[in-house]
């Protein structure tokens, strides 16, 4: 793809003070409408608040910044891209939280989604209270106490709440509610999509239903969300939060499995959300939710058994059920083999527990250790082959190597909760695993973590563990391939058509030998 070099050069004169500040010659030159040019900058400030993203791993440089004040904006600029004889990638950034660059447009434009604000309110709840139409660009944090405010919440969510609703619909948006109503994806009625081409469309299931599935978790292939209209139900008030530990994965997995089954659950009064963590000698070991006085009795435990293993769990009410619920929940606990002695439980308010991640995020700002290198590898591992992988990777490559584990997430997920027919991949299997192996290290150790990323891979190839990698990164169009299997068809079609010029996200890599 040829960049905006040319057009860059061109607009050199007029930014000596540091904006895009169009001469009339130049927008007639280029034949730049104002009110593109109007919203484009260029000051290194600009520059360098796209340059790098959450990962802190990959750093690129865009041409300019755009700052829109409507959905009109970014499809102007995406018509004139197209029509213009300087072809160059756009790429819509919300949070800036991808780990490897795919919110990044080299030599091109960013679009800045968080100024769509300047719209207004852009959280609506429906009068029937049944969804909100929510601006692509609104935190999930925002989406909660806007809902909650009316006695209503999303049913699905992502661990951190400080991302944008785009940027997880663009993905598939997963968390321990998953398991019971599938990730954010299938949880949207309707989609405002910005094509490729610059065309606004509304679409749906039953209305431009191909780009509808090919926007949700199609990673902002064929266009750049700017509305979706979100399922709602009643809020509860307050979670019981629980954690119950185990030595033995194979209980573990059991008890987890049986969490995400229906009957298995007690169906819909069953826990509401089920994860899991993997706790490793080598740590850093956060004990952080545990009472202090019980803190040496559960390092001791690690000590003895070399690793451990901890079932999350949480089971929401309101205030009817405040006077059973402590009996509710110890009914649902009599069916699962943990450690006795070792559960531990909060109770906490609803947005409090939705948002417990926030709380070690303000922590470890205090600490430096927020804006770090993050070599993250997030996998679907099929249920008939965990076994394997918590022998070969927890036990093996982690543990063997005393690799600083950080956070490493374990839980299930059902298939049937996810919808085929959108571009997102999972395995074959009915149940699979998430396992989000979340390292943080130094600006110039990351490499060091992802040398044991590529373990791990090759690991899960030579013993035949066909994964799917969640948020993935691939240097290669026949990685991209496989990844999509027999999506990538279907998925390479929509590109054509509503991205034929191959604009639109291009850090993500995946068509750039198409």
């Known amino acids: 793809m040829a960049y905006l070099s040319n057009f860059f050069t061109l607009l050199m004169a007029p930014l000596l003070l540091g904006l895009f500040m169009f001469s009339t010659a130049v927008t007639g030159q280029l034949g730049l409408p104002y009110d593109v040019a109007s919203k484009l900058h260029n000051d290194s400030q600009s520059i360098n608040s796209t340059a790098s993203d959450w990962g802190h791993i990959v750093h690129e440089y865009a041409a300019a910044v755009q700052y829109p004040n409507s959905t009109n904006d970014i499809a102007t600029l995406l018509q004139f891209a197209n029509n213009g004889s300087t072809t160059f990638g756009i790429a819509a950034r919300g949070q800036g939280h991808s780990a490897r660059g795919q919110a990044m447009a080299k030599d091109g434009i960013v679009i800045n989604m968080t100024t769509l604000n300047n719209m207004g309110s852009r959280i609506v709840v429906s009068q029937s209270g049944s969804y909100a139409d929510v601006g692509g660009e609104q935190l999930w944090i925002d989406v909660l106490r806007a809902t909650v405010d009316q006695g209503l919440s999303p049913v699905s969510w992502t661990d951190y709440l400080y991302l944008s609703v785009g940027g997880t619909l663009s993905n598939a948006g997963i968390s321990g509610q998953t398991f019971r109503y599938g990730p954010q994806i299938t949880n949207v009625y309707e989609l405002d999509v910005v094509t490729g081409k610059g065309d606004v469309i509304t679409c749906s299931s039953k209305q431009t239903s191909e780009l509808f599935y090919s926007a949700l978790g199609g990673l902002g292939q064929v266009g750049i969300i700017t509305r979706a209209r979100i399922a709602l139900q009643p809020a509860p008030n307050r979670a019981i939060w629980i954690r119950l530990f185990y030595s033995d994965f194979s209980a573990f997995s059991k008890d987890q499995e049986l969490l995400i089954a ?6 819909s009064i069953g826990f509401d959300y089920v994860e899991g963590f993997v706790l490793m000698p080598q740590g850093p070991v956060d004990l952080s939710f545990y009472p202090v006085a019980d803190q040496p009795r559960i390092t001791a435990l690690l000590e003895q058994y070399g690793i451990l293993y901890t079932i999350e769990i949480a089971k929401y009410y309101d205030d009817k059920a405040a006077k059973t619920i402590a009996k509710v929940v110890e009914i649902l606990l009599k069916q699962f083999s943990y450690i006795p002695g070792f559960i531990f439980q ?67 997920m059902n298939r049937n909760k996810w919808d085929d027919k959108m571009t997102a991949v999972i395995p074959e299997e009915d149940v699979f695993y998430v396992v989000a192996l979340l390292h943080s290290s130094g600006i110039e150790e990351w490499q060091l973590f992802d040398e044991v990323n590529g373990q791990i891979l090759q690991f899960c190839n030579d013993t035949g563990i066909e994964i799917k990698q969640y948020l993935p990164h691939y ?27 191959k604009i639109l996200a291009p850090g993500q890599r995946v068509f750039d030998d198409l």
């Not at 229906?262 to 169906?267: A, E, M, R």
């Not at 390479?492 to 991205?499: A, G, L």
């Open 475 to 501: 240097e290669k169009q026949q990685d991209w391939i496989d990844h999509f299997g027999s999506k990538w068809q279907t998925f390479q079609e929509m590109k054509v058509k509503y991205d034929p010029n």
């Open 346 to 412: 909060q109770d906490v308010s609803y947005i409090d527990f939705l948002n417990r991640v926030h709380t070690e995020e303000e922590f470890l700002q205090t600490l430096g250790l927020w804006e770090i290198a993050h070599p993250w590898l997030n996998l679907f591992v099929p249920k008939s082959r965990i076994a394997d992988f918590d022998s070969g990777v927890f036990k093996g490559i982690l543990l063997k190597q005393k690799v600083p584990a950080g956070l490493v997430i374990v839980y299930p």
């Open 262 to 267: 229906s009957k298995g659950n007690q169906g």
